[in-house]
């Protein structure tokens, strides 16, 4: 899935989240490529065939991680309080912290002690902020195609950025990347850090589900007139890249900003979501300033920006460190989900 490696090795591998959305793919991958893996839980589910449980109870400051990490050489850890749009904590920002950061160290901090080599965090693009749009200052990336020799396209996140989150879930991935640098300094284990997108695929939930439940329906949706750009992560890719940043010895102390490689509009991917299901889009020509409108007297401001807005990636350092390439592409992802959703 990935370039070739100096040696390929059996390792022990502890995954939190292991029943998720993306950590039962990745479970399932890592027991295919012939790894010994490990599910840390908070309670007794279902894991993929070939991966041992072990509870661990809630994620938090205090969790005892001792019993999971005994003979682990690498820990990919997924687990996290998720970004919700319907947020009911009465201080997010500390719900988010006592998971995604206290967590975090907790673990980290268990799993150099217990000798781990590498540590593979899943962070978010939120770090980074919410969108991409052209701004007075930013002039974004020229292409070739238009009559006076190029396009202005949305500029994209890399790496290089400086992060500047803007919600509290952002902020807990932030605060959790920095302190897994400093673990990482004070000890022997690397850590890597990835940082997707929305991601879809079969088994996706949230907003994204019910996109494509509307597009099977038949439903009209207001996006004709929308011409933004965003950059998705299919779950065939992120496992990928997963087992590149555990099997790649340069992926160490690395951080890696990840995506498909295909920047589409939201009319876009209505149209693509409609081929997979084998229905005709009906995309309404409404006006943006409509909408955002609608959205401020609604109070969803936020929701339309991220619907509307764009977010593109920079994906290009992981493909050139790691000979990352994509496996899959957006239409044979949908494809997948579609069937699923059939």
């Not at 040696?7 to 027991?31: A, H, Q, W, Y």
């Not at 509307?214 to 496992?239: D, H, I, M, Q, Y």
């Not at 409108?293 to 969803?300: D, I, W």
Request: overall charge neutral; aromatic content about 6%.
């Amino acid at each position: 899935m990935v370039g070739i490696f100096a040696v390929k090795l059996s390792m022990n591998i502890l995954v939190t989240g292991p029943d998720g959305f993306v950590g039962t793919s990745v479970c399932r991958e890592l027991v295919r490529s012939g790894h010994v893996v490990r599910g840390a839980q908070w309670q007794s589910a279902p894991l993929p065939d070939g991966c041992e449980s072990v509870v661990v109870g809630d994620i938090g400051g205090k969790t005892d991680w001792r019993a999971a990490l005994t003979g682990v050489d690498i820990v990919i850890h997924l687990a996290a309080r998720v970004h919700v749009m319907n947020e009911v904590a009465s201080d997010p920002l500390e719900a988010f912290r006592c998971v995604n950061v206290g967590g975090t160290r907790a673990l980290a901090e268990a799993a150099a002690r217990a000798g781990v080599k590498r540590f593979v965090f899943m962070s978010s693009i939120k770090v980074h902020g919410e969108n991409t749009e052209v701004g007075e200052k930013d002039e974004g990336r020229r292409v070739k195609g238009e009559e006076d020799g190029c396009v202005v396209l949305p500029r994209a996140f890399s790496e290089a950025d400086v992060p500047r989150p803007a919600d509290p879930y952002g902020v807990s991935k932030w605060e959790a990347e920095q302190v897994l640098r400093e673990i990482e300094s004070a000890s022997e284990m690397k850590v890597t850090v990835l940082r997707p997108p929305l991601v879809y695929g079969p088994g996706v939930k949230a907003n994204f589900q019910k996109l494509m439940g509307a597009v099977k329906k038949g439903l009209p949706l207001p996006f004709g007139c929308v011409e933004n750009r965003r950059s998705f992560l299919g779950l065939t890719n992120l496992t990928s890249a997963v087992i590149a940043c555990v099997e790649h010895p340069m992926a160490g102390g690395e951080t890696f900003v990840i995506s498909d490689g295909e920047d589409v509009s939201s009319p876009e991917l209505v149209r693509r979501m409609a081929v997979a299901l084998g229905r005709r889009p009906f995309l309404l020509p409404v006006p943006l300033c409509m909408m955002r409108f609608a959205g401020r007297m609604l109070g969803k401001s936020d929701q339309v920006n991220r619907l509307f807005g764009s977010l593109v990636l920079d994906s290009s350092k992981i493909r050139q460190v790691l000979g990352w390439v994509p496996p899959s592409d957006m239409s044979s992802e949908l494809k997948r989900l579609a069937d699923t959703m059939r």
